[in-house]
Nanobody, 124 residues
C-alpha cells in the first residue's frame, strides 16, 4: 500500500520560511520523480517543484524559483521542500505526489499517488 504523508505546514509571516516533508512508503522509486503541487482557494492545483529520485535533477515553477528548494533523502524515502522568502500568494494546500516517471515531472497527469495535503498560510 502506497502512502505519502506530508508534514510541516503552518502559519508564517511574509518573508519567513517553512520546511515541508513528505514520507513515502510502498513505492518503487527507481524511475519516479517526487513532486510538490499546491492549490489555493478558488484556483486550480499547480506545479511547484519536483525532483527525480535517481539522479536528483530538480524542477521548479517560475513563481518559486530561487526561493524554494526541493531535496530528497534516499535513506528515509522522504522528499523535502524548503520554502524561503514566503509571500501571501504562496498560501495554499501543498500536496506531495509521486510520478510514474514517464513524462515531464511538471505535468500533473504523470503523477499517480498523492498525499492528503498540508496547509501553508502566509500572512502579510
Amino acid at each position: 500500500q502506497v502512502q505519502l504523508v506530508e508534514s510541516g505546514g503552518g502559519l508564517v509571516q511574509a518573508g519567513g520560511s517553512l520546511r515541508l516533508s513528505c514520507a513515502a512508503s510502498g513505492l518503487t522509486f527507481s524511475t519516479r520523480a517526487m513532486g510538490w503541487f499546491r492549490q489555493a482557494p478558488g484556483k486550480e492545483r499547480e506545479f511547484v517543484a519536483a525532483i527525480r529520485w535517481t539522479g536528483g535533477n530538480d524542477y521548479y515553477a517560475d513563481s518559486v524559483k530561487g526561493r524554494f528548494t526541493i531535496s530528497r533523502d534516499t535513506a528515509k524515502n522522504a522528499v523535502n521542500l524548503k520554502m524561503n522568502s514566503l509571500k501571501p500568494e504562496d498560501t495554499a494546500v501543498y500536496y506531495c505526489a509521486a510520478s510514474r516517471g514517464f513524462g515531464s515531472p511538471k505535468t500533473e497527469a504523470d503523477y499517480d499517488y498523492w498525499g492528503q495535503g498540508t496547509q501553508v498560510t502566509v500572512s502579510s
